[in-house]
Nanobody, 136 residues
Framework: QVQLVESGGTSVQPGGSLRLSCEVSGYTANFYCMGWFREAPGKKREGVATIDHDGDTRYADSVKGRFTVSVDNAKKTLYLQMNSLKPEDTAMYYC??????????????????????????????WGQGTQVTVSS
């Protein structure tokens, strides 16, 4: 049984930093795409960042230069380092894992060529989310 458990979400002031973690258990495929997504109240879920088994990363334009996605394969943990946080980063953050092809498709999403509904089904497993609130 595949399980993803996010942690690290909390309240932080604008300009602050947070590191989110996502522990993955039960997923044994050697080729994968792992991603972070977020959903703010009243808004649709959006992709934030992805990383594949080769370490290739992709980011939404809104977080480029501020967020860094990484994975520790030994610990089977996905991370999202978030710096220079803004109030508009406030959201529930979810991690997900899927086939390696999902990351290629996410590249089209981040380029604005497709919507998230077109690629989300490629991520077969999702966590329950962790809340990040950026407010003074």
């Amino acid at each position: 049984q595949v399980q993803l458990v996010e942690s690290g979400g909390t309240s932080v002031q604008p300009g602050g930093s947070l590191r989110l973690s996502c522990e993955v258990s039960g997923y044994t495929a050697n080729f994968y795409c792992m991603g972070w997504f977020r959903e703010a109240p009243g808004k649709k879920r959006e992709g934030v960042a992805t990383i594949d088994h080769d370490g290739d990363t992709r980011y939404a334009d809104s977080v480029k230069g501020r967020f860094t996605v990484s994975v520790d394969n030994a610990k089977k943990t996905l991370y999202l380092q978030m710096n220079s946080l803004k109030p508009e980063d406030t959201a529930m953050y979810y991690c997900a894992v899927g086939t390696s092809g999902a990351c290629i498709t996410m590249g089209r999403y981040f380029a604005g060529r497709i919507v998230l509904e077109d690629v989300a089904p490629k991520f077969g497993y999702w966590g329950q989310g962790t809340q990040v609130t950026v407010s003074s």
